[in-house]
Nanobody, 129 residues
Framework: VQLVESGGGLVQPGGSLRLSCVASGFTSDYYAIGWFRQVPGREREGVSCISRSSERTYTAESVKGRFTISRDDAKNTVYLQMNSLEPEDTAVYYC???????????????????????WGQGTLVTVAS
């Protein structure tokens, strides 16, 4: 059971990046997948989440209108499209899942960190001129 992120890098303020999270070893279609981020010395925060079948999404207020989450279950992949990036978005971004099959998608997102069963290794996003 594994999640692997990619797509991080250095981008100028106002630029865009698309992060990918590829799942393997389990049927990711059944589960909500979330994105978190962490700056050294600060707590990890939830950024976005998407339930199975994309029935429900969650986006943190700090990135609402700039970040969009989506999933392609045929590719076992969840994406985080990040536009209008700001220096404050600089962090290591992680994808995660709680491996809970939620009968009601209203409870799938946002993911609670205490419930996460699988974390990716993280991908670094640096926004700087």
């Amino acid at each position: 059971v594994q999640l692997v992120e990619s797509g991080g890098g250095l981008v100028q303020p106002g630029g865009s990046l698309r992060l990918s999270c590829v799942a393997s070893g389990f049927t990711s279609d059944y589960y909500a997948i979330g994105w978190f981020r962490q700056v050294p010395g600060r707590e990890r925060e939830g950024v976005s989440c998407i339930s199975r079948s994309s029935e429900r999404t969650y986006t943190a207020e700090s990135v609402k209108g700039r970040f969009t989450i989506s999933r392609d279950d045929a590719k076992n992949t969840v994406y985080l499209q990040m536009n209008s990036l700001e220096p404050e978005d600089t962090a290591v971004y992680y994808c995660a899942t709680d491996l809970i099959i939620h009968g009601d998608s209203r409870w799938a997102c946002p993911l609670r960190q205490s419930s996460v069963e699988v974390w990716g290794q993280g991908t670094l996003v640096t926004v700087a001129s």
